[in-house]
């Protein structure tokens, strides 16, 4: 699976951002997907999964209640809808594919990593 994050930029606290994930070369609804972030000199951490289906979802505590996963199978894509954005939440995000199908938390389940997209809160 190829997967191509876009959707960063540059915003302001408060602001909303959405960022989408573009899959191919496998059938995308086969895999769970899910979203990391990486801010400079910090772990790779999680931040949303989202089941084959859609149905499922898990987040990270951190934005539970202000990011919103989804996808569409139809469209090989999956999306991360960012609201209320904090200074904090500045990193680079990363998509990933995990076949277990159901949506999981740990970096090690996720066979596929797209290259990543800025996203930058200003205060």
């Known amino acids: 699976v190829q997967l191509q994050a876009s959707g960063g930029g540059l915003v302001q606290a408060g602001d909303s951002l959405r960022l989408s994930c573009a899959a191919s070369?496998?059938?995308?609804?086969?895999?769970?997907m899910g979203w990391f972030r990486q801010a400079s000199g910090k772990e790779r951490d999680f931040v949303a999964a989202i089941g084959w289906s859609g149905v499922s979802t898990y987040y990270a505590d951190s934005v539970k209640g202000r990011f919103t996963i989804s996808r569409d199978n139809a469209k090989n894509t999956v999306y991360l809808q960012m609201n209320s954005l904090k200074p904090e939440d500045t990193a680079v995000y990363y998509c990933?594919?995990?076949?277990?199908?159901?949506?999981?938390?740990?970096?090690?389940?996720?066979?596929?990593w797209g290259q990543g997209t800025l996203v930058t809160v200003s205060s």
């Open positions: 070369g496998r059938t995308f609804s086969n895999y769970a």
């Open positions: 990933a594919a995990s076949g277990t199908v159901v949506p999981r938390p740990w970096r090690v389940e996720y066979d596929y």
